[in-house]
């Protein structure tokens, strides 16, 4: 979670936006995004239609953009060069929660010998059907966006829709859960998340762990935005986010088919108001 540490750099970092602005006369823009996600992780097949559709989440979101192309304490535009037409810094505050179980081949029917189709009862099978989770993650962090179309002719309605693409760094606070409904032949060990027994018999022993943490991420995105009124527009977003860590969701196992770290794509609907 979030130490008073990192409140303060989010209140320093606040503090030096307001300076900024008072130096340097750029405007501000504030909104909300929602949407769905889907988080990729060691739960179930990777590249499976089943565990990408059923392994789907929420996320919803505060941002605040620099636009360089406006100064509102002049009310007037700023010097008309490239960088300020073309680009706005994007500071965000998100959160997102995605319940996740394992789905596939490992856990659903198989064919047998004469072409019969019968449930997957193995140990195994019933390790991973019973494993559940929940990734639950708290994002603040700084994107650079580039819109091919001058800003100021979209402020002044020279057209509706303003694409744009965007690269920047979070920082995640993650807090996963883990629970297990595997009915284990010891009595004792049923429903507990630190018996290794209860898990899927190939990983080892701490694979299943979900403690909480924090780690950076890459954030690349695409999106357009659509111009309502002069001070609003609505923007769709389709954002991609790398971890650099893989027990994002509480699991981290050792085996062949973990090849990636934790990521997620997030398709979001956002309304931003202008700051005048």
């Known amino acids: 979670m979030l130490n008073l540490k990192h409140l303060a750099s989010v209140f320093c970092l606040l503090f030096l936006l307001q300076t900024a602005n008072a130096q340097l006369g750029f405007s501000h823009e504030l909104g ?3 949407g769905p996600l889907q988080f990729r992780s060691d739960y179930g097949v990777r590249e499976d239609s089943k565990t990408n559709i059923g392994n ?3 996320g919803i979101g505060v941002v605040h953009y620099l636009n360089f192309s406006y100064r509102a304490d002049c009310n ?11 680009f706005k810094v994007r500071n965000e505050i998100s959160y997102n929660k995605t319940n996740l179980e394992h789905l596939g081949k490992w856990v659903g029917n198989r064919t047998t010998a004469d072409g019969s189709v019968v449930p997957r009862n193995t140990i195994e099978a019933n390790q991973l059907r019973g494993h559940k989770g929940v990734a639950k993650n708290l994002d603040i962090g700084t994107q650079l ?5 001058s800003i100021r002719d979209f402020q002044g309605f020279a057209y509706k829709f303003a694409p744009f693409v965007s690269l920047g760094v ?20 049923i429903g507990d998340v630190t018996d290794p027994t209860n898990f899927y018999t190939g990983w080892e022993p701490g694979s299943v762990d979900a403690s909480p943490g924090s780690t950076w991420s890459v954030v690349s995105s695409v999106g357009v935005r659509y111009k309502l009124t002069k001070l609003s527009d609505l923007m769709l977003d389709l954002r991609w986010q790398y971890y650099f ?3 994002i969701d509480g699991l981290d196992h050792q085996l062949e088919s ?3 770290n934790d990521w997620l794509v997030w398709l979001n609907v956002g309304y931003i108001f202008y700051l005048d």
């Open 32 to 34: 909300v995004i929602a």
């Open 56 to 58: 789907s989440g929420f």
């Open 76 to 86: 007037c535009y700023t010097t008309d060069t490239y960088f300020n037409d073309h």
């Open 145 to 149: 966006e580039f819109f091919p179309l």
């Open 170 to 189: 979070h920082y995640t606070a993650f807090t996963p859960e883990v629970s297990t409904t595997y009915a284990n032949p010891n009595s004792a060990a």
């Open 245 to 247: 860590g893989d027990n």
């Open 258 to 260: 973990n090849k990636y």
